[in-house]
Every structure is written in structure tokens, then in C-alpha cells.
């Protein structure tokens, strides 16, 4: 018995059907590294227009683009473009491309775990360990990250 009881879902079965979640917590781990390149060239790109101010708050200005990045582009494919680049998106408890509100609760909920370390561990933990790699904004929200080439 899970300590987290699944919602009915529409989700691909990780038993019946591994394709859709085979080797998704690598390459979630490859996507934000990209994604974590990616923001941090937007965040520096904005610096020069704060005439410079912006380091001394760099973090904070990290922050609120990696929050803008990531919803912007789940809500428009459901995916981060590392994870596009991954061949890999989020889906909900219906398989379900995300909408703008799905895209902001897991974007709110990815930088809650961050704002707290061990709340991003269990998150790492869970998606290394889950059947269907969820972390847990995912399981909290009953979302996936699937395989792009297995959809139908």
C-alpha cells in the first residue's frame, strides 16, 4: 500500500505500458539542466537593462524568470523547452496537455520544493523511485511527465 493513494487517472499503466515512462526521471533531471542554462542566459540577458542593478538581486530576478519560463512554455506545449529537447511533457490526471492554470500550480509547486530543500529532496526521491517518475508537485497534483515518442 502507497503512502500516497492514486487518483483515478487515464494515465498510460507503468506496467502495462513501461514505454511511457522508460528512463522519463533522467531525462527530466537532463531537461532542467538545460532549462536551468536557459533561464540563467534570460536572467543576464535583463541585467544590462537595469544598468547593472540587477546583480545585486540575482537570485530574486533567477527566481521570478524561472518562474515566467516555466509556465509560460508548460502552458503552451506542456513542456519546458528541456524537456521538449528530452522528448518528454507533463500531462494531467486525464492525459491532458496542461492549461495556464495546471502550468502555474506545478510551476508554484516545483518552486515551493525549491524553497524548501527537504520538501525537494523527497521530490527527487519520489521521482527516481515512483513507477511513473512523478515528483511531488506531480503526485500532489495527479500529473506525469510521459514520453513523447510512446504517445499515440
Known sequence: MSVFPEPPMHLADPITQPQFYRDVAGKRFMAWIVDTIIIALFSLLIVP????????????????????????TLATGSAT????????????A??????????????????VSWAV???????????????????LTDIVMGSAALNRRARA
Open 49 to 72: 537593462f537595469t544598468a547593472f542593478l540587477a546583480l545585486f538581486v540575482f537570485m530574486g530576478l533567477y527566481a521570478v524568470v524561472s518562474f515566467i519560463y516555466r509556465t509560460i
Open 117 to 135: 530543500a527537504p520538501l525537494q529532496l523527497v521530490s527527487i526521491v519520489l521521482m527516481a523511485t515512483s513507477n511513473r517518475g512523478q515528483g
Open 81 to 92: 523547452w528541456g524537456m521538449r529537447l528530452m522528448a518528454i511533457e507533463l500531462r494531467d
Open 94 to 111: 486525464s492525459g491532458a496537455r496542461f492549461d495556464l492554470g495546471q502550468a502555474f500550480l506545478h510551476t508554484l509547486g516545483y518552486t
